[in-house]
């Protein structure tokens, strides 16, 4: 079983719907949790970063980690075309393991 | 956070040659790191480069191959040497700004696009 598992996607949404992107991982040990943004042709840039279990929020993003169920979500509210990327999820014990990243397609 | 920059952005190269990519930070930082991203895959971590101290290269990668230089806590160069079409990928680097107590996580530069020919 792979670390860190995520649907590459392409996952494709209509304007101002609710997106949900999603990660499930194998090694209890990680503790802190982050959602990337990677548009094409660029670096990832860090959207949330969470320690331990609970929900944080951040305008239209909300992530959420469920640390009993090994899995963690990142919610976009009102998803605009702009939010057109691929989204990773990485995790930390010691070293960051990344998710392979989902393609997200917001449709005007 | 960081800023972080990186050159070339992309390059097209013979088999066999070498090409040394530069990564430069706006602010003094520890902890470096350089990164393959291969289409479809995940990052993979190929070393950490603290100031200070000999890079440090994660399983499947080696010094002879991707040399790293650390002359100072704002700048580090990846050199991939004797190139072949399998090294074709985007390469980061990435810093983790927080020291001791402060935890902080990674950010990345834009990446460099290698194409080996």
């Known amino acids: 079983q792979k670390e860190v598992e995520q649907d590459p996607g392409p996952l494709s949404v209509p304007e101002g719907a609710i997106v949900s992107l999603n990660c499930t991982y194998s090694?209890?040990?990680?503790?802190?949790f982050m959602w990337y943004r990677q548009y094409s042709r660029k670096g990832p840039e860090l959207l949330m970063y969470?320690?331990?279990?609970g929900n944080k929020e951040d305008g239209r993003f909300t992530a959420q980690v469920d640390k009993s169920s090994k899995y963690i979500s990142l919610f976009i509210r009102d998803s605009q075309p702009s939010d057109s990327a691929t989204y990773l999820c990485?995790?930390?014990?010691?070293?960051?393991?990344f998710g392979k990243g989902t393609r997200l397609h917001i449709l005007p | 956070s960081a800023v972080i920059s990186q050159k070339p952005s992309r390059d097209i190269c013979q088999r066999g040659t070498s090409l040394t990519i530069q990564c430069q930070v706006d602010?003094?930082?520890?902890?470096m790191f350089w990164y393959r991203q291969q289409p479809g895959q995940s990052l993979t971590l190929i070393a950490t480069?603290?100031?200070?101290?000999?890079?440090?290269?994660e399983s499947g990668f080696v010094i002879d191959k991707f040399p790293i230089s650390r002359p100072n806590l704002t700048f580090s160069t990846l050199t991939v040497s004797n190139m072949s079409p399998e090294d074709s990928s985007i390469y980061l680097c990435?810093?983790?700004?927080?020291?001791?107590?402060?935890?902080?996580?990674?950010?990345f530069g834009p990446g460099t696009r290698l194409t080996v020919l």
């Open positions: 990435s810093v983790e700004p927080g020291q001791g107590a402060q935890k902080d996580t990674q950010y």
């Open positions: 090694n209890s040990a990680f503790q802190y």
């Open positions: 969470t320690y331990s279990s």
């Open positions: 990485a995790m930390e014990d010691d070293k960051i393991i």
């Open positions: 602010s003094q930082v520890t902890m």
């Open positions: 480069a603290n100031q200070g101290s000999e890079a440090t290269y």
